[in-house]
């Protein structure tokens, strides 16, 4: 079982970046995916998470108007739209499935 983050980078505050985790070694479309982050100096925290068949997602409070979770089952590939980015936002992102964590991409956001 193997997950991949990529997407990660610098960012504005107030710009968009979409992370992708390709997944392999395991059937894909059987599972729910989710995203957490883990910010300098603090604990992992759920984002958002999305259901098998991608019928259902729900996310954090604090992201919820400004992230998307999204799933390609053809592509085994789980992704997270982020807009209107905040400082605060500032974290390592990891995909989670089967459960089995990504190594995680670090997301700055700054002017």
């Known amino acids: 079982v193997q997950l991949v983050e990529s997407g990660g980078g610098l960012v504005q505050p107030g710009g968009s970046l979409r992370l992708s985790c390709e997944a392999s070694?395991?059937?894909?479309?059987?599972?729910?995916m989710s995203w957490s982050r883990q910010a300098p100096g603090k604990e992992r925290e759920s984002v958002a998470y999305?259901?098998?068949?991608?019928?259902?997602?729900n996310y954090r409070d604090s992201v919820k108007d400004r992230y998307a979770i999204s799933r390609d089952n053809a592509k085994n590939t789980v992704y997270l739209q982020m807009n209107s980015r905040k400082q605060e936002d500032t974290a390592v992102y990891y995909c989670?499935?089967?459960?089995?964590w990504g190594k995680g991409t670090l997301v700055t956001v700054s002017s």
């Open positions: 989670k499935g089967r459960g089995t």
């Open positions: 070694g395991f059937t894909f479309s059987d599972y729910v």
């Open positions: 999305i259901t098998s068949d991608g019928g259902t997602t």
